[in-house]
């Protein structure tokens, strides 16, 4: 039972360059979330997805994009690496948001220098 | 908008002493309320929840009583031990903003010392 699995684990980019942290579940939930966690600060969203097809911004959605081609998979895009990117990024998924059931991966330190 | 307020950490305790971290909270419909843990190198796992008003969530010794009046979630426990170790998160899901997702507070993160 994998529940939602996160790559890379740990990244280092340099300013400018690009990349795509991925994220899969295998629980069928239509709900699937991307946060980034800095110190101090809790957990921001930054963009959410409510089935295949569909997604939206969320507090934080600058700098990224998204796309949920399949229920399964829900990869978070950095177009130009900045350092205010350094965080620590986190991919959840639900089945019943007014629950707070959230499932949440290990995580992707990622550093931009 | 929502929000959620949690007292600062770092919290230090002893082994077996009581525990409460303080959660209070600011929503603009009827929200759900919620406490995770973050164990070190981990994600966050759901450790307790409420849905409404005077429900009382537990879990592995944890306790927590939805209080609307107040509008605070304080998370207690009677006797810690080292392995609670961690940074514990309250969180809301207000039902008037769709599938907005969780709004979490800063976090607290609680040593427990031997």
């Known amino acids: 039972n994998a529940g939602v699995t996160q790559t890379p684990k740990f990244r280092i980019l340099k300013i400018g360059q690009s990349m795509t942290l991925q994220c899969a579940q295998d629980m069928n939930h239509n709900y699937m979330y991307w946060y980034r966690q800095d110190p101090g600060m809790g957990l921001k969203l930054i963009y959410y997805s409510v089935g295949a097809g569909i997604t939206d911004k969320g507090e934080v959605p600058n700098g990224y994009n998204v796309s949920r081609s399949t229920t399964e998979d829900f990869p978070l895009r950095l177009e130009l690496a900045a350092p205010s990117q350094t965080s620590v990024y986190f991919c959840?998924?639900?089945?019943?948001?007014?629950?707070?059931?959230?499932?949440f991966g290990q995580g992707t330190r990622l550093t931009v220098v | 908008g929502n929000s959620v307020t949690q007292m600062e950490g770092p919290v230090t305790l002893s082994e077996e002493a009581f525990l409460t971290i303080n959660c209070t909270y600011t929503a603009t419909g009827y929200p759900s309320l919620f406490w995770y843990v973050q164990y070190p190198g981990e994600g966050l796992q759901l450790l307790l929840k409420?849905?409404?008003?005077?429900d009382k969530g537990s879990n592995k010794g944890f306790e927590a009583t939805y209080r609307k009046e107040t509008t605070s979630f304080h998370l207690e426990k009677g006797s810690v031990q080292v392995s609670d170790s961690a940074v514990y998160f309250c969180a809301l899901w207000d039902s008037g903003g769709g599938a907005d997702g969780l709004t979490f507070g800063k976090g607290t993160h609680l040593i427990i010392q031997p």
């Open positions: 409420a849905t409404k008003a005077d």
């Open positions: 959840a998924s639900s089945p019943r948001p007014h629950l707070g059931e959230a499932f």
